[in-house]
Nanobody, 115 residues
C-alpha cells in the first residue's frame, strides 16, 4: 500500500491550495480516507474524512466551511481543497487509509500560510 501526498507550498493568508493523495496497492473505492495534519510541536489531528465510495464527509471544527475533501475513484486519488487559509493551518498534511487493520500514511506535504 502506498500513498503519495502532494500539493503543499507557501501561500498567503486567505489563499487556497489543493492537496492530492495518489494511492496504490488497494481497491481505493472500497476504503474510507482521511486527511490529518501536524503543526510544529502539536499532536497530529484529523482534518477531514470521506466514506467509501464517497457519499459522506466530515470535518474538524477548525476547517469546517473552508476545506473540502473529495475523491476520484477512477484515479485512485484523494483531494483536499483548502480555501481561506489561515496561519494556524500551517502544518504537514498527511493522507491515511486503514487497510486490513493497519493504518497506512502518506509521507506528508508541508503547507505554510504566511505573509
Amino acid at each position: 500500500v502506498q500513498l503519495q501526498a502532494s500539493g503543499g507550498g507557501l501561500v498567503q493568508p486567505g489563499g487556497s491550495l489543493r492537496l492530492s493523495c495518489k494511492t496504490s496497492g488497494i481497491n481505493f473505492r472500497l476504503y474510507s480516507m482521511n486527511w490529518y495534519r501536524q503543526a510544529p510541536e502539536k499532536q497530529r489531528e484529523l482534518v477531514a474524512a470521506i466514506s467509501a465510495p464517497g457519499g459522506n464527509t466530515s470535518y474538524a471544527d477548525a476547517v469546517k466551511g473552508r476545506f473540502t475533501i473529495s475523491r476520484d475513484n477512477a484515479r485512485n486519488t484523494l483531494y483536499l481543497q483548502m480555501n481561506a487559509l489561515k496561519p494556524e493551518d500551517t502544518a504537514v498534511y498527511y493522507c491515511k487509509v486503514r487497510f486490513r487493520g493497519s493504518d497506512y500514511w502518506g509521507r506528508g506535504t508541508l503547507v505554510t500560510v504566511s505573509s
